[in-house]
């Protein structure tokens, strides 16, 4: 499985790519008026309004910072759980996308101390414990989030 790895606030995190559409550099988005501060504006990709969300401001109340390691990776999200005809662009703005982990095909994360939380070994990425990113599960967790965006 391909992950590409990226920071929130000093953390580690990782995502699958088959989640990924496409990862495109910083854009300056369109402000969206009435809106939570993590969620930064809208983007156009490909004719396509896409809603953009902070991750670094939405976990720990501090904006991603403007580098060029900062970037936005758009994901297909369904609008409705368990459909997956119905997708939605939704653009996740992070730090340091840099990096990508190929992990063997029968790989799975593990769960960490922390409730809910899976992990990606240091054996696996060469840095230290990573954090696995769902952001399905993320999204759900945050229905505030989900009513925004979709």
């Given at each position: ?25 910083y854009l300056l988005p ?121």
């Amino acid at each position: 499985m391909l992950l590409i790895l990226f920071e929130i606030g000093k953390e580690l995190y990782a995502l699958a790519g088959r989640q990924i559409v496409e990862v495109v550099p910083y854009l300056l988005p369109q402000k969206m008026p009435s809106h939570p501060n993590y969620v930064i504006g809208l983007i156009n990709y490909r004719g396509i309004h896409v809603p953009v969300v902070d991750l670094c401001s939405f976990i720990t109340n501090e904006p991603c910072r403007q580098r060029l390691s900062s970037r936005i990776i758009l994901i297909n999200y369904p609008e409705h759980p368990h459909k997956s005809e119905n997708n939605k662009i939704i653009g996740l703005l992070a730090e340091n996308i840099t990096e990508t982990v190929i992990t063997p095909a029968s790989w799975q994360p593990v769960e960490g101390k922390n409730k809910g939380k899976q992990y990606i070994p240091p054996e696996i990425t060469g840095h230290k414990m990573v954090q696995w990113f769902d952001p399905y599960q993320f999204l759900s967790e945050h229905a505030s989030l989900t009513d925004v965006l979709l």
